[in-house]
Structure formats: C-alpha cells, structure tokens
C-alpha cells in the first residue's frame, strides 16, 4: 500500500514555466514532508521540507503548499530551468512512540523535463 | 568531504550468486538505511541500523542481510541473488532520530543487474 501518492510520474515545462507536482496521504500522524531531487546517476538529495503547521513554504524558486484538512502538499518550482530537469520525490515522515527509528516513506517520483 | 560512499556503482550477477553492496560514511551518523529505487515505485526501505550491533528490517527485507560492526559502514547483503533483486540500491544515513533537522544523506546508488 503507497503511504504517499504522488502525481504525475512524468510531467514537460517549458522554460520559464511553472512546474507543479502533487501529493497526497492518509496517515495523520505524518509529521514531516520533505522533498527530494535527484539527478540521473546520482542518489536523492533534500530541496525543501515542510512540517504540517504551516501551510507554506518559499526557498527561492521553489515552493510547498500544503492543505492539511485536504491531506495534500505539492511543490511549485517557478520559472523553471533546464537545469531543473530531475526527478521529483515527495515524501512523508512519521516518528513512532516506542520506536527508535523515524520513518520516511517516498510516493512514486515525478520525472521533470524543462525544455529550453 | 566524502559524505557517504557506495561501492561498487555497477554489477552483473547470475541467479543464485552471493554479493555485498558496501556503504561508509565519514560524518559520524549514527542512523544508516538501506534502500531499493525501482523505475516508477519509488524508494523502499530495506534495512536500517540505529547505530553499531543494531539493525532491524524495513519494508522489503527478504532476500538481504545487514551488519552494523562500526559506525562508518553498513554493508549489505545478498544471498541467492534473484532477477526481482534488479534494482538501484542507495545507503543514506543522518544524525538524529527524526527527520526534522536531520535530513537524510544519500550515496550515489549501486545499479544491480541479476541475470
């Protein structure tokens, strides 16, 4: 079962648009939802992360709404480059009481195409 | 700067043969995860290890096998390796317990091929 659904898997931009890739979860007790990119060949690095108390959050070109009573959070990227050209991972923690681990569950990842 | 080093970047195995997919990493993290990327599903989590002589299963653990001698490496295994291994495999480890304020750090993946 998905814990985080994420949409689309694929998605094309032209250069200087707005890139938007969507996510949604069930569980309430998620309580972190970071963003991940990746670049071919290389392994997921974190770009932005929101805790769901706050219904944005703006790191230069790139930005998360989130909708907690809709159970959604979805990254903006402005203007978006070639460069910007990745794979897109949305995600969502959870730290169990009575557990030493934090856990992180990954949706399915949006491959991003900015054409120049 | 290292961070966190994955060894080797590709392998070719046959049905049946044995592997171990190394990962150290020099920043001291006490936590350390083993995960699976297979096209179009996302990151699994296999192992992971809350510090050295500690490890526990993820999400996907059968067919694979963990050791936590020291803080700096976290090696995984394979036994009897299978086509349904074929995967991108990353180690990442952290620092803290959570997320917030602990993000995790990923190697550059191991690509496995089992024919």
């Known amino acids: 079962q998905q814990q985080v659904k994420q949409s689309p898997q694929s998605l094309i931009v032209q250069k200087g648009g707005i890139s938007i890739i969507n996510c949604a979860y069930e569980n309430t007790a998620f309580d972190y939802f970071p963003w991940y990119q990746q670049f071919p060949g290389k392994g997921p690095a974190l770009l932005i992360a929101?805790?769901?108390?706050?219904s944005e959050k703006k790191e230069g070109r790139f930005t998360i709404s989130f909708n907690k009573s809709a159970k959604q959070f979805s990254l903006h990227i402005m203007d978006s480059q070639p460069g910007d050209s990745a794979t897109y991972f949305c995600a969502a923690a959870i730290f169990s009481r009575g557990s030493t681990l934090g856990r992180l569950y990954f949706g399915r990842g949006t491959q991003l195409t900015v054409w120049p | 700067n290292a961070g966190v080093t994955q060894t080797p970047k590709f392998r070719i195995l046959k049905i049946g043969q044995s592997m171990t997919l190394q990962c150290t990493q020099d920043?001291?993290?006490?936590?350390m995860y083993w995960y699976r990327q297979d096209p179009g599903m996302g990151l699994k989590l296999i192992y992971y290890s809350v510090g050295a002589g500690i490890t526990d299963k993820g999400e996907v653990p059968n067919g694979y096998n963990v050791s936590r001698s020291t803080t700096e490496d976290f090696p995984l295994r394979l036994e009897l390796a299978a086509p349904s291994q074929t995967s991108v495999y990353f180690c990442?480890?952290?620092?803290?317990?959570?997320?917030?304020?602990?993000?995790?750090?990923f190697g550059n993946g191991t690509r496995l091929t089992v024919t």
């Open positions: 929101i805790r769901p108390d706050v």
């Open positions: 990442a480890s952290k620092q803290g317990a959570t997320f917030i304020n602990s993000p995790l750090h």
């Open positions: 920043m001291n993290h006490n936590y």
